[in-house]
């Protein structure tokens, strides 16, 4: 979860990238670290794998936003798609604060976000983590493909819970800063009441 660096007067919040192969999580990550300007960003890290890569940078926004007199950084990831590095995917969740849920919108895609989706949930929970807890936004990436899945059948089979969702090109940067933007929002929101109620 968050955590607070009293000298600095820095809250630093960890957001997720999440989805099943080639969705669309590096080519988010890639288009905000390319249209941020360089003070208000990290140097992008990639922790390579054989058929994959996991990235990972910090992130402050343009106005940066004061929690308490603390301003707030958010670390973004991306997790490998493949199933064969779970192990990767549940180490990246370790102490997130939000999650981006990149779906894509093929038709032939459709089993693997379910997958995919799946095996969020079952991570969060390794940590005593839920989706009923840990604020989330969905993301429909590839809307500019022939052979797509109408939104409304992915949001059935992706957003039960009806949280923010965005149609995305993500190639072009569409819909990758307003999820941002949006993921952002709802976990100072979740920081702010934790800290009301006692919890943070």
């Not at 990831?77 to 919108?105: A, E, H, W």
């Amino acid at each position: 979860m968050a955590s607070v660096n009293y000298a600095l007067k820095e809250i630093v919040c960890k957001i997720v990238y999440y989805g099943p192969g080639m969705c669309g999580k590096t080519t988010n990550l890639q288009h905000i670290h390319q249209h941020t300007q360089p003070d208000k960003r990290g140097n992008m890290v990639s922790l390579a794998t054989p058929g994959e890569r996991t990235l990972f940078f910090d992130f402050l926004p343009l106005e940066a936003t004061q929690v308490h007199g603390f301003r707030t950084k958010f670390q973004l990831y991306t997790v490998p798609g493949q199933v064969m590095y779970n192990s990767t995917r549940k180490l990246v969740l370790r102490g997130v604060d939000g999650v981006i849920f990149v779906c894509d919108s093929q038709w032939e895609k459709t089993r693997e976000n379910l997958e995919s989706f799946r095996n969020l949930i079952e991570n969060l929970g390794s940590y005593g983590y839920s989706l009923e807890t840990t604020p989330y936004v969905v993301q429909y990436n590839k809307r500019d493909l022939p052979n797509i899945a109408p939104v409304e059948y992915l949001r059935y089979l992706i957003n039960p819970r009806q949280v923010p969702d965005f149609e995305a090109i993500a190639i072009h940067g569409e819909g990758v800063f307003e999820a941002l933007s949006e993921i952002c929002s709802l976990v100072l929101a979740n920081i702010t009441h934790k800290q009301k109620v006692g919890i943070a």
